[in-house]
């Protein structure tokens, strides 16, 4: 705990996301060429983080074309969550129901491909707006923003759930002062209400991943095991079936995906597989 606590305080480092997945290693050699220093993450397979002090990343070929997104890893492995044991999420339909400003979306739809589709909304019409104008500029053809989400049409189904951000401190400090028990019952509340409305919507076979950018087992693993025994028509499967033994010792505790400084770099995040029993895609 204090690890982790150290780590909250601390100015984080700058992450990025290799694209298309699975091609880090040339992203890294195309960094090199261009002087600017970069090394892979363990935890997550497209994770890179920049060791330069500077920013000239940003000014770089690599960047300029699209084949680096700025997200944290924590933020890359709920994005993996949503992947099915094993395989690929290619051809897939996933609804991102709070997409806010958007990662999350452009990292789906680099999974889903040009054959899948990511359906992307969120309560906030200015951070969607954002998301769009994302969307647009990487020129994702597979992303479309209908009101209201079709979340029966989906195969997977990602609730980026609105929390208190206490594995964000350090990028937002303040926050510590501000939170009191009474606003992680309210959060606790929403997120609550929140699975239970997606849940009533998805197809036998479904996959939910409730996920947070909090290190409160309140809003988190209470949240989920209270889900679950109110509902037997969903199972919970654990994040190691998708990210293997190795990084399932950095990055999950118990059936959990509790992504934590100083084990996985960045923020805290929390992430719950939630299976909705019936016929459906693995």
């Given at each position: 705990?204090a ?7 601390e ?13 880090r ?7 090199r ?7 892979p993450?363990?935890?997550a397979p497209?994770?890179?983080r ?8 940003f ?5 300029k ?5 700025v ?5 890359q ?10 395989g690929?999420l290619?051809?897939f339909?996933?609804?991102?129901v ?8 452009l990292a789906?739809a ?9 359906l ?5 019409r200015?951070r969607?707006?954002?998301a ?7 020129s994702?053809?597979q992303?479309a923003?209908?009101h209201?989400l ?13 929390c208190?951000?206490?594995g964000?401190?350090a990028r937002e400090?303040?926050?510590k ?7 992680i ?5 929403t ?33 989920v095991?209270?889900?679950?025994a ?5 199972t919970?499967?654990?994040v190691?079936?998708?990210?293997g033994?190795?990084r ?7 059936p959990y995906?509790?992504a934590?400084p100083p084990?996985?770099?960045g ?7 939630l299976?909705r029993?019936?016929?459906?895609p693995?």
């Amino acid at each position: 705990m204090a690890g982790l606590l150290a780590s909250l305080d601390e100015e984080p480092s700058l992450h990025f996301r290799a694209r298309p997945p699975g091609t880090r290693d040339a992203v890294l050699a195309a960094l090199r060429e261009e002087g600017v220093n970069a090394e892979p993450v363990l935890a997550a397979p497209d994770a890179v983080r920049v060791t330069d002090s500077s920013h000239r990343v940003f000014e770089t070929r690599v960047m300029k074309s699209g084949r680096l997104q700025v997200q944290d890893v924590g933020s890359q492995l709920i994005s993996e969550m949503c992947r099915p044991k094993g395989g690929s999420l290619e051809g897939f339909t996933v609804a991102d129901v709070c997409a806010g400003a958007g990662g999350k979306t452009l990292a789906l739809a680099d999974f889903v491909g040009p054959r899948g589709k990511v359906l992307a909304g969120d309560r906030s019409r200015r951070r969607l707006a954002e998301a769009r104008e994302r969307v647009r500029h990487f020129s994702l053809r597979q992303v479309a923003f209908p009101h209201p989400l079709p979340l029966s049409d989906a195969d997977v189904l990602l609730i980026d759930a609105p929390c208190s951000g206490t594995g964000s401190l350090a990028r937002e400090p303040d926050q510590k002062w501000k939170l009191t028990a009474q606003e992680i019952t309210r959060y606790q509340a929403t997120q609550s209400e929140l699975l239970e409305e997606v849940s009533r919507q998805a197809k036998p076979g479904a996959l939910i991943v409730y996920a947070t950018c909090s290190v409160m087992p309140e809003e988190d693993e209470a949240v989920v095991e209270a889900f679950l025994a109110k509902h037997p028509d969903f199972t919970l499967e654990p994040v190691e079936d998708v990210l293997g033994a190795e990084r399932a010792a950095l990055a999950a505790q118990g059936p959990y995906l509790k992504a934590l400084p100083p084990k996985v770099p960045g923020g805290g995040f929390f992430a719950a597989r939630l299976r909705r029993t019936g016929a459906g895609p693995g």
